[in-house]
């Protein structure tokens, strides 16, 4: 059988190649209030379908008043649902995100300042106004190599997502705008 040209046939798309989003990772600094940390678990809790979990200090900083084991936060890390998830919270930001919020190895984050601004929540009184930060992870096929336990190794540089990759991924997939 005779080679066909690549123009009567159809460009065929490498599935390794696909970029898709890994988890979504909520984030809440409370310092040293605890007030401020019992209502960040509960916003989460609302957020999230997971239960999040307190993150603690694990360095001494006498000046900031912090010791190993004090709690400072929360977080949830959501990984089923996450692209419905992010779709609610890019809402707030007004599905605009800037080039400043990617970083080289393809990943994203941001802030939402007022949780009131997310799409399907209310003002709570008891939680009064609260802000969180977003991290998005996102990976190819493959990429359990570097986490797994037996005989983990590093990706290669050509199947690492860059940062142009990350935005062409988030404008095709959600829609977003990107601001230069």
Same mark, same amino acid.
Not at 58 to 64: F, V
Not at 139 to 147: A, D, I, L, S, Y
Not at 159 to 168: A, F, P, Q, R, V
């Given at each position: 059988? &005779?080679?066909?040209?690549?123009?009567?046939?159809?460009? !065929?798309?490498?599935?390794?190649?696909?970029?898709?989003?890994?988890?979504?990772?909520?984030?809440?600094?409370?310092?040293?209030?605890?007030?401020?940390?019992?209502?960040?678990?509960?916003?989460?809790?609302?957020?999230?379908?997971?239960?999040? !979990?307190?993150?603690?200090?694990?360095?001494?900083?006498?000046?900031?008043?912090?010791? &190993?084991?004090?709690? =400072?936060?929360?977080?949830?890390? !959501?990984?089923? @649902?996450?692209?419905?998830?992010?779709?609610?919270?890019?809402?707030?930001?007004?599905?605009?995100?800037?080039?400043?919020?990617?970083?080289?190895? @393809?990943?994203?984050?941001?802030?939402? &300042?007022?949780?009131?601004? =997310?799409? *399907?929540? %209310?003002?709570? &009184?008891?939680?009064?106004?609260? *802000?969180?930060? !977003?991290?998005?992870?996102?990976?190819?096929?493959?990429?359990?190599?570097?986490?797994?336990?037996?005989?983990?190794?590093?990706? @290669?540089?050509?199947?690492? =997502?860059?940062?142009?990759?990350?935005?062409?991924?988030?404008?095709?997939?959600? *829609?977003? %705008?990107?601001?230069?």
């Amino acid at each position: 059988m &005779p080679k066909q040209s690549t123009s009567t046939t159809e460009k !065929v798309r490498n599935p390794m190649r696909e970029i898709k989003i890994a988890k979504v990772t909520l984030n809440i600094g409370a310092g040293k209030n605890e007030d401020v940390l019992k209502k960040g678990l509960k916003l989460l809790q609302k957020l999230s379908p997971q239960t999040p !979990v307190k993150t603690v200090a694990k360095k001494r900083i006498p000046t900031w008043g912090l010791r &190993p084991g004090l709690a =400072i936060g929360c977080k949830v890390t !959501v990984r089923k @649902g996450a692209k419905e998830l992010l779709k609610r919270l890019l809402v707030a930001k007004s599905n605009t995100l800037s080039d400043k919020n990617f970083d080289n190895q @393809g990943n994203f984050s941001f802030g939402i &300042p007022e949780y009131i601004d =997310i799409e *399907g929540l %209310e003002y709570d &009184p008891e939680l009064k106004i609260l *802000g969180l930060e !977003v991290a998005v992870t996102l990976e190819r096929p493959g990429f359990r190599v570097k986490n797994r336990k037996l005989s983990s190794r590093s990706i @290669g540089k050509n199947h690492l =997502i860059s940062k142009e990759e990350s935005i062409s991924f988030i404008k095709e997939q959600l *829609g977003i %705008e990107i601001e230069r």
